[in-house]
């Protein structure tokens, strides 16, 4: 993705984690670049920059995947639904390595991959234009004075429903309590209805989930997952 004047924003996770293998090195510096969600092109306000999604999905439907880490998700739907386009915005380089061997091994071509912080991805998303976005199992911060820095909150929820269409649908899961209580406290605000009618709508994962490692390692642990649908308004 092009580079775009935008505000300093702190960062508080993860960026890198062990040596990356060899082979994650040559996925870094053979295929990275070929999956960018570029181009970008002007509109009439010059401090703003948008995606040419259309270009770059030929006029597919959009999804988002915000913080994929190692990939599985995003590959899976990418397999299943090869008529949309799918990016994928994860800020740890090990996770974006990790996804790159599974693209190759999985011969996708619909997805696009920005290896940084989704908010500068918002930044140049053109209004309505997404028609899906998942969060799964996001940083929790679990400590209070960190709750800020989760997603659910307006910092990245009000960008998030500008790039949504009106009807796109918005998947959180998690397996943290109080990370659901924020959501259906936060999410409503930012112009989303959550469609749940009965217990079952949240306790059961959707028809086309594929379990994650980190949904694993919390059922390991004994926390219950959670599946959130919302609605844009």
Known sequence: MSETKRPHRNFYGRLKGKTLKASQKTYLDEDLAALSPGPVTWDDNPQRQHLDLAGRFGGKPVWLEIGFGGGEHLVHQAQQNPQVGIIGAEPYINGVAMLLGKIRRADVGNLA???????????????????????????????????????????????????LKPGA????????????????????????????ERPQDWRKAWPDWISTRYEQKALREGRIPHYLTFIRR
């Open 113 to 163: 991959v920005h290896p940084g912080d989704a908010r500068d991805l918002m930044d140049v998303l053109p209004e309505a234009s997404v028609d899906r976005a998942f969060l799964l199992y996001p940083d929790p911060w679990p400590k209070t004075r960190h709750h800020r820095r989760r997603f659910v909150t307006p910092e990245h929820l009000v960008p998030l429903a500008r790039a």
């Open 169 to 196: 649908v918005f998947r959180v899961a998690t397996d943290i309590e109080d990370y659901v209580r924020q959501t259906l406290q936060e999410v409503p605000k930012a112009g989303f209805v959550w469609t749940a």
